[in-house]
């Protein structure tokens, strides 16, 4: 915004600029003309009073001759100031610039100095004749004078009419620059109307647009969000429930099989809450990261499944699921979000099955079995036996459009966000409808078969230095740990690492991000520019931010894992960092 500001306050002041040049260049040229027209009226009175002075002489010449015996003081007095008021014009008319004459132009110039007109020679020589007969008056040459002023004034008759040419074609030639001058603002202003202030008019217009754009997308965000919460409060209690029905089954019959469900339960939790930080991506129009890794396709499809058999049992609904053979091999891919994919559509299946059953089916088949056997392909049904669907709901849902405010379907992300992270991951999801009625949903996607993994070695007896705040998570990290056979001290935030860093060598450190007294973020930088050391750091936090773990890894952090994190996860990212730095 404030670029926009600063490019319309410079567009505006260039324009203002030019327009004060243009304006104060008008005004300065009318001066000019103003002032020319008045040297002009002067210069063609002057010539003009030149003919009057050349007979008012010769007049007065003539009384002080016929009137010479008697006191004529008076005549003389005004003929004298004739003659000297006669030169001073002359004067004035040939007055020189320079090289040049000042009032003269080339034909002006021939009529003063060149035949026919020698129009100075003419006027000096009548000056020197009247100036001599005042001195000494006789009748004789009343005749010639008289003459002579005739012959004069014809010539200055011509010499005025030569210079009311001349000043009429300056006045001319100023008077076209002034309509030059005026024609140049009028075309500068529609220059300006056509290059700047359409232009920002334009671009004022089109800003108004995108602020309005962007407060009514800022609105629909904010109610998006608002409406993501409730839901949100929603569905995170499904797997709770579940996690909290599975651990009261066990309590009752302290059956093993009720933990393992307990904990496949929380694993959909845990896949239910990474979908809020994909919700905060598309709000932000970003698209998800997967996050893929190596794992038994068993164990992804056992989170949804324990989730909602739980669920339907409550309901009364027949549940039941098959799995193919090889569901137990190792395959890598977003295990995470495709258990979330699978938890919708079941969700959905059992939220609107009133009676009836939920089926769910998984298979995986390689491609070419002949030829390759590390690519395979997914497969996955979700049958039901509900009111079954039509085909607006179904593109309502897939373009994020809500049709019904009052089922909390999802987290508001729906069949939009299973497209999305199917389209990501290469895979496709259809709807069938059933007959007689429900709903069938299938999906597939490419996968990557892997060989079983190799026990992860070489971790005991290394040093780690623990930094968690919170003593229970710290208390739970300290016993995996401790089942790897590493030890470990803790320190409760960034500056207690410090001084126990001060003292102590690790081979690793595990760093939480937020925390009181000193964060992870200045311990990193301590660690690496006041101590100096190059212990892997592996970040291990519950801040997803991206910006956050860009600002670690650029601090130093060796890598990172988000909370909750699970022993093998832990286990494997040891191993990774550890490996490193012995490589280093």
């Known amino acids: 915004m404030d670029n926009l500001v600063t490019r319309y306050r410079l567009k505006y002041l260039v324009a203002l600029v030019i327009m004060l040049l243009v304006l104060t260049m008008t005004t300065g040229l009318t001066l000019y003309l103003l002032e020319q027209q008045k040297q002009v009226a002067r210069v063609i009175n002057v010539a003009g009073m030149q003919r009057m002075l050349s007979q008012k002489a010769a007049l007065h010449l003539e009384y002080v001759i016929i009137m010479r015996e008697h006191n004529v003081a008076a005549d003389r007095q005004a003929l004298n100031n004739a003659l000297q008021l006669m030169q001073a014009n002359h004067d004035f008319l040939l007055m020189r610039d320079g090289e040049q004459y000042k009032h003269l132009n080339t034909e002006l110039y021939q009529w003063y100095f060149a035949q026919p007109g020698d129009l100075d020679r003419q006027l000096k020589q009548y000056l020197a004749l009247l100036s001599g007969v005042a001195s000494q008056p006789d009748l004789d040459q009343i005749q010639e004078i008289h003459t002579r002023s005739q012959l004069l004034l014809q010539d200055l008759d011509h010499a005025v009419l030569l210079f009311e040419q001349f000043t009429n074609e300056k006045l001319e030639k100023l008077r076209n620059l002034q309509l030059l001058m005026w024609l140049l603002g009028l075309a ?7 290059w700047i202030f359409f232009p920002m008019e334009r671009s004022i217009t089109s800003a108004i647009d995108r602020l309005q754009q962007t407060r009514l997308k800022a609105e629909h965000a904010n109610q998006s969000r608002a409406m993501f919460l409730a839901r949100a409060s929603h569905e995170l209690r499904t797997p709770l429930q579940a996690v909290l029905g599975y651990l009261h089954l066990y309590q009752e019959s302290q059956r093993d099989s009720y933990l393992a469900q307990a904990n496949k339960a929380a ?60 569901t137990e091999k190792i395959f890598a891919c977003d295990h995470e979000r495709l258990s979330w ?52 709901q179904i593109k309502a849902s897939a373009s994020g459009i809500s049709t019904d405010g009052h089922h909390y379907q999802g987290l508001q992300l729906g069949l939009a966000r299973c497209n999305l992270l199917l389209a990501i991951m290469s895979g496709e999801l259809t709807f069938l409808p059933c007959e007689p009625h429900g709903t069938k949903a299938s999906l597939s996607l490419p996968l990557k078969r892997l060989p079983e993994p190799e026990p992860v070695s070489g971790l005991a007896r290394h040093k780690v230095l623990l930094v968690e705040d919170n003593q229970l998570n710290a208390k739970i990290i300290e016993k995996m740990l401790d089942n790897m056979e590493l ?35 200045k311990a990193i930088k301590e660690i690496r520019q006041t101590l100096m050391l190059s212990t892997p750091i592996l970040v291990l936090t519950a801040n997803t931010s991206e910006q956050a773990i860009k600002s670690a890894v650029q601090l130093g952090a060796t890598d990172y894992l988000f909370k909750p994190v699970e022993k093998g996860a832990l286990e494997r990212a040891l191993h990774k960092v550890l490996t490193l730095s012995d490589a280093t």
């Open 267 to 326: 694993q959909q939790l845990k896949a239910l809450i990474a979908s809020v930080e994909d919700y905060n991506r598309l709000s932000d129009e970003q698209q998800p990261e997967l996050n893929c890794h190596p794992a038994r396709l068993t164990d992804t499809l056992g989170q949804p499944v324990a989730t909602y058999r739980l669920l339907a049992r409550e309901k009364g609904l027949d549940f039941s699921y098959h799995f193919s053979s090889h």
């Open 341 to 392: 994919v699978i938890g919708q559509l079941l969700d959905n299946a059992v939220k609107f099955t009133e009676q009836g059953t939920v089926r769910l089916s998984a298979r995986v088949e390689p491609v070419n079995p002949e030829e390759d056997e590390l690519n395979w392909r997914f497969f996955c049904e979700v049958e039901d036996s509900g009111p079954g669907f039509n085909v607006a």
């Open 487 to 521: 030890t470990s001290i803790h320190a409760s935030h960034g500056g207690q690492a410090i001084e126990v860093l001060a003292h102590q060598s690790f081979d690793v450190i595990l760093m939480d991000l937020n925390m009181p007294i000193m964060d992870g973020f």
């Open 188 to 194: 500068l202003l529609l220059a300006e109307i056509k």
